[in-house]
């Protein structure tokens, strides 16, 4: 019988099945962070239970530490206990843990794959629904909740029912100025945010082989936007060499075996998937969102839509409820909307390349006066490899603030934060109502057109400014 | 956990459709080390201004609502991130009981981890639902019965039968998972042979 690679990474983890399908998955790779671990951690000491392998479990600290200046420690009282609790927590019950002024230290799903602890093949699991950018690998990595935290650490086990196969196909090339962050946005206006529910995605297709690994990484991160928990992709050469040598990737005559065994992670030829859709390349342009709903995308020559035009009441409700929020007009260009911050960071594009991008359009060029902007690399390797390579200067001297690694204005647990009615162009993943802040508001961008933005003033078309 | 066995009472209804975890508990409250204390801050920023005083429109500030152990929602109701802070402050307000046509993924399995059932109908029958809630009438949930009963009418609805028996019992699957200690040790032992790479041996 033919199998997904879906199917053949469950198959391989399972542990037991009861009649029912519910089933008892084997974890391979536990990631964990202050937010949602302490009261799993609390309800293992309650009952008596130890952590089951903590060798497989590695932890850090990213959503509520400070970005500034870290030598005084952490101001905010509350954040201060939750991240001194994950450091006792992973004393008590020997976890490896990347402290906060460790220079490893960064964005659980930034550091996973950078120390090589992420490999393909593996169930992955963590307290955090963006748990999916570990899919790039080819691993089934998914986000789950605190009880299950807690059921992991137990057990190195997790109670599942198997999923549907939904395969989304992308093929040609890139156009000059879209990035992957375009695809995916373009993706979920595609299927929906609920267009996922129930499946787990593979994404393949010759423009997807085509993408470096962390173009990969920030298409899989937003699976959970399109409401699917996992999004894979078969892992090939690009893979392997990007793994070769991390910290924690096999080392010696285990290279050698798991490269092996990695070489046959693919979906069969005639497997089947409940579900499949096809993007062609050349038909994707920059991507911005308009609403408060990742799905609610537009390129960046369209314009806001219309309720009016639409005929589902459902829809029109949402429609008009996203544009007073939003402070938007109904038709207003994509291009005339202003913005006041812009914000370069997250788990979705916090890393070198992401970066990279940003600074290539920023070269030589300043911000606009009005606009307050900040890069927060993904990891302190991020920010390091950044600074060797001179990258730092040029978003300092363009007029953006560069700070330390950590989740910051993506979900602004820590200070950073938008204040009511301010609007960002951000290259993070979620748009929601508040999320960056009480009546923020988000416009989810790919880094280049972050960078654009705060050199115009509002939103705008990366390709303006590339040579 | 507690068990859901069944329930009564005057359901409060949220037309809003793809209600994220973001807008059930804002991420100011995730910084508590507790599972309790979240009730208050449930939907906080649709249930109170600025200055922190409550909306008035807002229907869980009403009364009957502010008791209702039945929320009937839009669908896709708890997309976004995995917190089970939003199953813990749903079931802190004292709301043991959801009904909606979809959820997303994590929210879903999150609520059956504390007791709370969320059941899923389809849109029709919420909208007939719904009329109990703006009339102030009582429907009663009974899980083990698989239906929902208003007025003179009856709704069944699907769950899967280990969730069921869960929430029923009011079973620790920790507790359950950790009875299979000897086949995840077989499992382990394999693995090690297999793939030593994954244990770094």
Redesign the interface.
């Known amino acids: 019988m033919p199998y997904t690679l879906y199917d053949k990474i469950w198959n391989e983890h399972l542990?037991?099945q009861?009649e029912?399908g519910?089933s008892?998955l084997?974890v391979?790779r536990h990631l964990i962070h202050e937010?949602?671990s302490?009261?799993a951690f609390?309800g293992l000491r309650n009952?008596n239970?130890n952590v089951?392998?903590p060798?497989?479990t590695l932890a850090v600290a990213d959503?509520?530490v400070p970005t500034t200046d870290r030598s005084k420690g952490i101001d905010?009282k509350?954040?201060k206990?939750?991240v001194d609790?994950l450091e006792a927590n992973c004393k008590q019950f020997g976890i490896k843990l990347f402290g906060m002024n460790d220079k490893r230290q960064g964005i659980v799903h930034i550091i996973g794959p950078e120390q090589g602890f992420t490999?393909p093949g593996?169930v992955i699991v963590c307290?955090?629904?963006h748990t999916a950018t570990h899919g790039a690998f080819g691993s089934l990595a998914f986000?789950?909740?605190?009880?299950?935290v807690?059921?992991v650490l137990?057990?190195?086990?997790l109670?599942q029912?198997k999923a549907k196969n939904f395969r989304i196909n992308v093929n040609g090339k890139l156009p000059l100025g879209v990035t992957s962050k375009d695809v995916i946005l373009q993706i979920i206006g595609k299927i929906g945010?609920?267009g996922g529910?129930?499946c787990v995605i593979e994404y393949s297709g010759s423009l997807i082989s085509s993408l470096s690994v962390e173009q990969r990484m920030t298409i899989c991160n937003m699976t959970?936007e399109g409401?699917a928990?996992a999004g894979l992709i078969e892992p090939d050469k690009k893979i392997f060499d990007y793994l070769k040598d991390k910290p924690?990737s096999?080392k010696k005559e285990?290279?050698e075996?798991?490269l092996n065994?990695w070489k046959n992670l693919k979906s069969d030829r005639d497997a089947k998937f409940d579900k499949e859709i096809s993007l062609e390349g050349k038909e994707i342009l920059p991507m911005v969102t308009w609403g408060t709903?990742p799905q609610d995308v537009i390129t960046i020559e369209g314009k806001v839509p219309n309720p009016n035009n639409e005929k589902d009441t459902?829809r029109k409700?949402?429609i008009e409820?996203s544009l007073k929020y939003m402070g938007l007009k109904p038709d207003t260009a994509a291009k005339d909307i202003k913005i006041d911050k812009v914000f370069i960071g997250s788990c979705t594009n916090g890393r070198i390349e992401d970066l990279r991008e940003a600074a290539k359009i920023l070269k030589n060029k300043t911000k606009a006066s009005h606009v307050e902007a900040m890069v927060v690399p993904g990891s302190g390797l991020v920010k390091q490899q950044a600074e060797q390579e001179g990258l730092d200067k040029i978003f300092i001297s363009s007029g953006f603030e560069w700070r330390e690694p950590g989740c910051s204005m993506c979900?602004?647990?820590n200070a950073d934060k938008l204040k009511?009615e301010e609007r960002c162009a951000s290259t993070s993943n979620?748009n929601?109502?508040?999320?960056q802040g009480?009546?923020g508001r988000t416009h989810l961008v790919s880094p280049g057109m972050a960078a654009a933005a705060a050199i115009s003033g509002n939103l705008d078309d990366v390709r303006k400014y590339q040579n | 956990m507690k068990k859901f066995i069944s329930i009564k009472g005057i359901p409060a209804y949220l037309?809003?459709?793809?209600i994220?975890t973001?807008?059930i508990i804002?991420?100011?409250f995730?910084?508590?080390?507790?599972?309790t204390g979240l009730g208050k801050n449930l939907f906080f920023?649709l249930r109170y201004d600025?200055k922190g005083n409550k909306i008035e429109d807002f229907i869980l500030n009403q009364k009957p609502y502010d008791n209702s152990k039945i929320l009937i929602t839009?669908?896709?109701f708890g997309?976004?991130?995995?917190?089970?802070h939003a199953?813990w402050a749903l079931l802190d307000f004292g709301i043991t009981c959801v009904i909606s046509s979809?959820?997303?993924?994590?929210f879903y399995?999150?609520c059956f981890?504390?007791g709370i059932l969320p059941i899923i109908l389809e849109e029709e029958k919420i909208k007939e639902l719904s009329e109990y809630s703006h009339r102030k009438e009582e429907i009663s949930v009974d899980l083990n019965e698989q239906k929902i009963v208003y007025g003179n009418n009856e709704a069944k609805f699907d769950i899967?039968?280990?969730k069921k028996k869960c929430l029923l019992e009011g079973l620790?699957?920790?507790a359950l998972?950790?009875e299979?200690?000897d086949?995840?040790t077989s499992?382990?032992k394999n693995?090690k042979n297999n793939?030593?790479?994954?244990?770094?041996?």
């Open positions: 542990v037991y009861q029912d519910t008892l084997f391979d937010v949602t302490p009261q609390e009952s239970r089951r392998q060798s497989l959503h509520n905010d509350e954040s206990i939750q609790t490999q593996t307290g955090d629904s986000g789950i909740g605190t009880s299950e807690e059921h137990a057990t190195q086990t109670v029912k945010t609920a529910t129930g959970i409401g928990r924690m096999p285990n290279w075996k798991a065994n709903s459902d409700n949402s409820r979900l602004a647990m009511p979620r929601f109502e508040g999320r009480r009546g | 037309s809003i459709v793809n994220d973001d807008m804002p991420k100011q995730l910084k508590t080390i507790k599972r920023e600025d839009g669908k896709n997309c976004g991130s995995s917190r089970e199953p979809s959820y997303a993924d994590i399995n999150n981890k504390n899967d039968p280990f620790d699957d920790i998972s950790l299979k200690s086949k995840i499992f382990e693995l793939k030593p790479w994954i244990f770094n041996d």
